[in-house]
């Protein structure tokens, strides 16, 4: 069985920064795709960044310039790291992970148990 256990959220002041951690643990052959999802109260999860093994990144829009996403494969983990935050990014942040239980295996999405971050003075 395969977890995400998230850790990092909190309460931080508008301007403020934190850093998300995601580690996946278990049995499994390796971790490819790794992203941050988050969902505010009302609203439909959205996708915030992505990772892929080999360090390829992506972000939406609405955080570029102001978080960043890493891994460290030795680990399994991803990290994003939030900086000039705002009161609109307020939400369970949500880990997503691609994966495969065995080498050469298709690989398996899991989600981790989300982590609340709450940007308010």
């Known amino acids: 069985q395969v977890q995400l256990v998230e850790s990092g959220g909190g309460l931080v002041q508008p301007g403020g920064s934190l850093r998300l951690s995601c580690a996946a643990s278990?049995?499994?052959?390796?971790?490819?795709?790794m992203a941050w999802y988050r969902q505010a109260p009302g609203k439909q999860r959205e996708l915030v960044a992505t990772?892929?093994?080999?360090?390829?990144?992506t972000y939406a829009d609405s955080v570029k310039g102001r978080f960043t996403i890493s891994r460290d494969n030795a680990k399994n983990t991803v990290y994003l790291h939030m900086n000039s935050l705002k009161p609109e990014d307020t939400a369970v942040y949500y880990c997503?992970?691609?994966?495969?239980?065995?080498?050469?295996?298709?690989?398996?999405?899991?989600w981790g148990q989300g982590t609340q971050v709450t940007v308010s003075s």
């Open positions: 278990g049995s499994f052959s390796r971790v490819d795709g």
């Open positions: 997503n992970a691609n994966v495969s239980p065995a080498p050469w295996a298709t690989g398996v999405y899991y």
């Open positions: 990772t892929t093994r080999y360090g390829t990144t």
